[in-house]
């Protein structure tokens, strides 16, 4: 399996959400189960591999990674 991160501009948007998931908790939750709904919509239609699903969920990660670091220095 071969996983896609950063790959289209919505990449941009997955971190930026990841990002203030740290300071607005629900924005976790709406990612998560718009991601799913995405996911299981477009699996259908074979538009959409799980490595893109997964690279979604590692964009989202690596930015609410990078701000919890930069908190947790401060």
Known sequence: MRVEVFDDWKSLVHLLLGASSLFLPWVMAIFLG?????????????????????????????????????LGML
């Open 34 to 70: 718009y991601e799913l709904v995405e996911f299981c919509y477009k699996r259908k239609g074979r538009r959409e591999k799980i490595g893109e699903f997964i690279g979604d969920f590692m964009e989202f990660l690596v930015g609410a990674g990078i701000v919890g670091l930069v």
